[in-house]
């Protein structure tokens, strides 16, 4: 399995960026996948996660209406569109697939990738 | 409460047994899973639902489960277990996942 995070870097407040996880090594489109990020020095936070078929999506409270995840399973890949960027949206970005048997743990994580925002 | 708490830092002994809380509304409907993060890595799963393993997690690591708290218990401490450990869990919606703030383990 792996999992390659890309698309992070340095955005304006009030901007938008595009994440995205290239998949690899199992068949993506059997396993529920997830954002999860790491505010710099802090804990751990599921942002959120969709379906096999993506046409279920859950998303924090924080970030409901402003971020859209999304996969292509024709391309083994996974996508967080982030708008309205928030200083408190800075963190690394982590890819990560859920269990076969247990859609809520989590088995594989990408090495994440860098959001940053700033005025 | 879709929170979890855990206790900020534990400290043990090499060789001896620790034990790593969790406790939230949530997990009296739910199970836990257990994390490991060392500084500048991804985390690693290392333990998840009533007690289970994944391949290449030591089985000196253990998880359990009471009311409204979940244990992560490392029976005979290594010193590659220093790390942080994180607990995660559904909240009450069920459809949303919260983790608890970490706990930074300390091998003596």
């Known amino acids: 399995v792996q999992l390659v995070d890309s698309g992070g870097g340095l955005v304006q407040t009030g901007g938008s960026l595009r994440l995205a996880c290239a998949a690899s090594g199992f068949t993506f489109s059997r396993y529920r996948m997830n954002w999860v990020r790491q505010a710099p020095g802090k804990g751990l936070e599921w942002v959120a996660n969709?379906?096999?078929?993506?046409?279920?999506?859950h998303y924090v409270d924080s970030v409901e209406g402003r971020f859209t995840i999304s996969r292509d399973n024709a391309k083994n890949s996974l996508s967080l569109q982030m708008s309205s960027l928030r200083a408190e949206d800075t963190a690394v970005y982590y890819c990560?697939?859920?269990?076969?048997?247990?859609?809520?743990?989590?088995?594989?994580w990408g090495q994440g990738t860098l959001v940053t925002v700033s005025s | 409460s879709s929170e979890l708490t855990q206790d900020p830092a534990v400290s043990v002994a090499l060789g001896q047994t620790v034990r790593i809380t969790c406790q939230g509304d949530?997990?009296?409907?739910?199970?836990t899973s257990w994390y490991r993060q060392k500084p500048g890595q991804a985390p690693v799963l290392v333990i998840y639902?009533?007690?289970n393993r994944p391949s290449g997690i030591p089985d000196r690591f253990s998880g359990s489960n009471s009311g409204n708290t979940a244990s992560l218990t490392i029976t005979g401490a290594q010193a590659e277990d220093e790390a942080d450990y994180y607990c995660?869990?559904?909240?009450?919606?069920?459809?949303?996942?919260?983790f608890g703030g970490g706990t930074k383990l300390t091998v003596l």
């Open positions: 949530s997990l009296r409907n739910y199970y």
């Open positions: 995660n869990s559904r909240d009450s919606s069920g459809n949303h996942l919260v």
């Open positions: 969709i379906n096999e078929d993506g046409s279920e999506k």
């Open positions: 990560v697939k859920s269990l076969p048997s247990a859609k809520y743990y989590f088995d594989s």
């Open positions: 639902g009533k007690n």
